[in-house]
């Protein structure tokens, strides 16, 4: 009779175990990582001058200290490099950006292109955005935008500002065809020598071309510019 009591016992164990396998108690699955949109933009540029190519143009999102020229300072060995050659290569390297981009090919009198930005996360806070792009039928004049307040806008939020040209005070403006890269003069890009004697960046006077009687410049009317030779357009896309 001790046996058997002993054995229901065990049967009665073995089933509440078995009961309990069976049904067990309910767990909230882990809740998902909350959702992140990165936020992007998009610059589109319009050439608006009658023949000067502009230089692949470069746009870099930035923190709100980094200024990459200033009128009445000297410009940066890469700026020299770009508005002297059009070669933004060294200022892509040298920049540390949230992120940039840049345009594939020189974009022609009258045309437009535009490039997407991505940043990683949707912080917004104190960004800037900067633009640079050489005037490539020039010694050393380039136009662009100067670390603007991006850091307001919505998603679907535009604004539109306008490039004057400025000189980055790096080459004297000869406009001699040995020293002008774009397709006016095919000659020479960045040379390290500084002989602009202001070494400092300042708006552009202009060109003065053959056609107003400098001698020996590879320019004609057709390559001189007023204010402004683009136009930027800055839109929150997400
Ligand atoms: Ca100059
Ligand atoms: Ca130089």
Redesign the pocket.
Known sequence: MKQLLFLSSMLLLTACGSNNNDNPAPVAPPAPPPEVTNAGFEVSIVNLTAAQPLSPVTVFIHNVELQLFAIGESASAELEVLAEAGDNSQLLDSVDASAEASGSAPLGPGASESLSLELDGDDTSGLRLTLLTMLVNT???FTGINAVDISALEVGQSMTLNGRSY???????TEAADSIPGPAGGGEGFNAVRD?I?DQVTGHGGAVTLDDGLSGSALNHTHRWDNPVAQFRITRTQ
């Open positions: 010694n050393d004049a000189d980055a005070g790096t080459e004297a403006n602009d202001a």
